[in-house]
């Protein structure tokens, strides 16, 4: 069946996803997805998708746990159920604006827990980018100099190694190396971990930056903001939206020289005001 990307109404894709499923699985039943889901009511799933009932975020969630999405699609689902859902006509434009931009969502290669590794250690992710822009001839040590800050020639390429292993890269007939699939995503609980591992290594490394790169070949940037928790998810989904048009941008990019890391963080600075009451905290 078609991807949930070229979706405008999650219904329609509802109904279309209990078709295929029946067809291929005679014993699928709306009773099954609601066990998957963690739902209650064995009818709830022909009720949404007929229009009697709607998704509220908990449900959205336990939808998209069932239907097995990927972190991205999961994005997509959600901003679609509240774009359909949504009452006034700015918010449906500000959920419209998010699923515009990830109609182009690129092809993705799900990872299991036992290739932690690939991001467990912060390089293999450099050097899967940077194999593909430099011929490096077998020549090991150019790769490690490469990467900054620099590793050693036997970790470069045992990662490289990794890489062909997990079916990440691949090596044409002429001895370069080319990615096998375009993105890269973590649906286990043990990959996710190395995920964090691997994005605290790289805020590490960015606050390294603001040091060892003048400011033309580095953008370090932030703002400040009150927001209240649907914010947080609008804003969320914003981030989203936003990855994945640079991803669409970069893959127009044809005179690629060098890798870049991208982080973003939407993290609080503050703790909520209803939470020093329960503490015990004075506001004297």
């Given at each position: 069946?078609?991807?949930?990307?070229?979706?405008?109404?999650?219904?329609g894709f509802l109904r279309d996803y209990y078709t295929y499923k029946k067809s291929q699985n005679r014993y699928f039943s709306y009773r099954f997805f609601a066990r998957e889901a963690g739902?209650?009511?064995?009818?709830?799933?022909?009720?949404?998708?007929?229009?009697?009932?709607?998704?509220?975020?908990?449900?959205?969630?336990?939808?998209?746990?069932?239907?097995?999405?990927?972190?991205?699609?999961?994005?997509?689902?959600?901003?679609?159920?509240?774009?359909?859902?949504a009452k006034t006509g700015r918010q449906k434009q500000e959920y419209y604006a998010v699923l515009r931009s990830m109609e182009n969502a690129k092809s993705e290669k799900a990872l299991d827990?036992?290739?932690?590794?690939?991001?467990?250690?912060?390089?293999?992710?450099?050097?899967?980018?940077?194999?593909?822009?430099?011929?490096?001839?077998?020549?090991?040590?150019?790769?490690?100099?490469?990467?900054?800050?620099?590793?050693?020639?036997?970790?470069?390429?045992?990662?490289?190694?990794?890489?062909?292993?997990?079916?990440?890269?691949?090596?044409?007939?002429?001895?370069?190396?080319?990615?096998?699939?375009?993105?890269?995503?973590?649906?286990?609980?043990?990959?996710?971990?190395?995920?964090?591992?691997?994005?605290?290594?790289?805020?590490?490394?960015?606050?390294?930056?603001?040091?060892?790169?003048?400011?033309?070949?580095?953008?370090?940037?932030?703002?400040?903001?009150?927001?209240?928790?649907?914010?947080?998810?609008?804003?969320?989904?914003?981030?989203?939206?936003?990855?994945?048009?640079i991803v669409t941008l970069v893959s127009r990019d044809e005179e690629s020289e060098r890798v870049y890391q991208l982080n973003m963080q939407l993290f609080p600075v503050s703790r909520k005001?209803?939470?020093?009451?329960?503490?015990?905290?004075?506001?004297?």
């Open positions: 069946m078609k991807a949930i990307f070229e979706y405008y109404d999650y219904r739902i209650k009511s064995p009818v709830f799933f022909k009720e949404v998708a007929e229009g009697k009932k709607n998704l509220s975020r908990s449900m959205i969630e336990k939808f998209s746990i069932a239907l097995k999405f990927s972190e991205r699609e999961a994005t997509y689902f959600k901003n679609l159920v509240l774009f359909n859902q827990a036992d290739q932690y590794d690939y991001f467990s250690t912060w390089y293999n992710v450099v050097i899967r980018e940077l194999v593909t822009l430099v011929d490096i001839r077998g020549d090991y040590k150019l790769l490690a100099t490469l990467v900054q800050p620099s590793i050693t020639a036997h970790e470069a390429k045992a990662s490289v190694k990794l890489l062909l292993k997990l079916g990440l890269l691949r090596k044409r007939a002429n001895g370069r190396f080319e990615q096998v699939d375009t993105a890269i995503t973590a649906r286990s609980g043990v990959a996710t971990l190395a995920i964090r591992e691997f994005n605290r290594k790289m805020a590490i490394h960015a606050v390294a930056a603001i040091e060892n790169f003048p400011r033309d070949e580095r953008s370090m940037c932030g703002v400040t903001i009150g927001i209240s928790p649907a914010m947080y998810e609008i804003i969320n989904a914003e981030i989203a939206a936003f990855k994945d048009r005001h209803d939470s020093l009451a329960k503490e015990g905290v004075s506001e004297e």
